[in-house]
């Protein structure tokens, strides 16, 4: 009887623990503190790759990325979209909010160059821009000037050898960097302009030239807390790291120039 009544009590008391087990996992995934990053579409490979660095060291920090052109981004910061941090591809759009008392601390983080790239089994020679108007080229892909950064870029560099106007109707604009890339690689381009940084990610494309930095604006990535942030100490903490050796590393590895 004793022996049947002792069964019953521990069969419950573990029914109930087993149901609890949801409960608690639950509550612990409720504790992590999720920290929205929004970012331009061209540091998606390296921020991934330091976000699964970052998450192990701090398994209470749920690092989540909004990846887009960074004028798109700025826009969303600037109509309240939620954000903790954000790294823009330009120093324009980070001034615009810094200006608009939008982002508290912020500092200059990467470089990066601007390249023409073509499908890698392209046949194509190119030593200068202008011959982007060759028949050869019927469609050129570029990201939205309005902004994409790296289309503003572009835009400064074709209007500096007189070549923008003329290729007007090849023009094949794209809503942001990365799109501007697949483009390329799937042939709805016959060459486009990305970062460096784009351009070796792929094995589709090839680099057919580096633009001249002497002819736009130096391309520089600019990194920035958002002043209405409700997590201000965790993002001035993955703000700090990735400014720290193990981050820079991989920026460098992804083909970024360190701004210092």
Known sequence: MFKKL???????????????????????????TEIIVSAAASLQDSLDKIAVLYEKQHPDIDLVFNYGASGTLQKQ?????????????????????????????????????????????????????????????????VGQPESVPAGQYAQQSLTAKNVWDTLQSKLVFAKDVRQVLSYVETGNADAGFVY????????????????????????????????????????????????????????????FQLAK
């Open 6 to 32: 002792a069964l019953v009590v521990m069969t419950v008391m573990l029914a109930v623990g087993l149901s609890a087990i949801p409960e608690r996992q639950a509550e612990a995934a409720k504790k992590k």
């Open 77 to 141: 910061i600037e109509q309240g979209a939620p954000a903790d941090l954000f790294f823009s591809a330009g120093d324009k759009q980070m001034t615009a909010l810094v200006d608009g008392k939008l982002i508290s601390d912020h500092t200059e983080l990467l470089k990066n160059r601007l390249v023409l790239i073509v499908p890698s089994d392209s046949k194509a020679k190119i030593t200068t821009i202008t011959q982007l108007t060759d028949k050869t080229f019927k469609k050129v892909a």
């Open 196 to 255: 460096k940084t784009d351009a070796l990610t792929s094995k589709k494309v090839k680099i057919a030239l580096t633009v001249g930095a002497q002819v736009h604006k130096a391309i520089n990535y600019p990194v920035g807390i958002v002043k209405d942030s409700k997590h201000q100490a965790e993002a001035k903490a993955f703000y700090n790291y990735v400014q720290t050796k193990t981050a820079s590393d991989i920026f460098t590895g992804y083909g």
